[in-house]
């Protein structure tokens, strides 16, 4: 049965890829991102089944427009992807407001604002699904991207208490967590904080320096990995957790392991903090 999907951030990586595939299957897509004028080509190729919208995930009614032209044009949503956001490099004490605040505008609340614009749509669609791009980053903390795990972090835990609350209307939530993929994500999708701190030179300064050497580097193929995600939609009992990548199994799995650690250590002393009986 053919599906209509709105996705945001079209212009490049995983949400260009994922609106193309979408579309080569017969499904409709509203294609978005903030300048439209980089998403002529979907609509020029698919002019019955594409729509191209302006969406800045940061301002306010734009997630309303576009879930509005998913339900003019194809009268109905099936799927949303937020795919829109960016990273960030930088140590915790060098990056000031004006450089981190933007990214939690884009990756957390914009994020929140166009899924609670498309539920209402979504909830009359039995069946639904929630596609969160999170991203390794979101699995475990590391230096140089405390801000950008920050984000990550944030919509792991709003994509696991919004999935309970959707599961009643047959609308399942995954949360896609990549590890490096050959994508522009390192590139025109990624800042670094202006300001230096050579203390940080051995931690998040070898972070900074790695960055263009890595640029168009990465060993994940994203074509392998849209095919994964595409399952990941289409199957019955989808997953919550879709780690992509030997590079986030590898954060999942130690995530896992430092975490039995730590409670497995401090058990006895931790768990005995209940009023006496």
Known sequence: MTKTWLITGCSGGFGKLLAHA???????VVVSARDPGTLSKFVAQYPKTARAVALDVTKAGDAAKAVALAQDAFGQLDILVNNAGYGFIGAVEEATPDEYRPMYETNVFGLIETTRAALPALRKSRGGRIVNLSSGAGLLGAPGYGYYNGTK?????????????????????????PGPFRTEFLGRSMSVAKHEIAAYSETAGKVRASRPGNDGKQVGDPDKAIKVILHAIDAKDPPLHLPLGPRAYHLARTKIANLTKDMEAWETEAIATDFDA
């Open 22 to 28: 979408a579309l080569a299957r017969g499904d409709n």
């Open 153 to 177: 972090f944030a919509v792991e835990g709003l994509s696991e208490a919004l999935a309970g609350e959707v599961a009643p209307f047959g609308i399942a939530v995954i949360i896609v967590e």
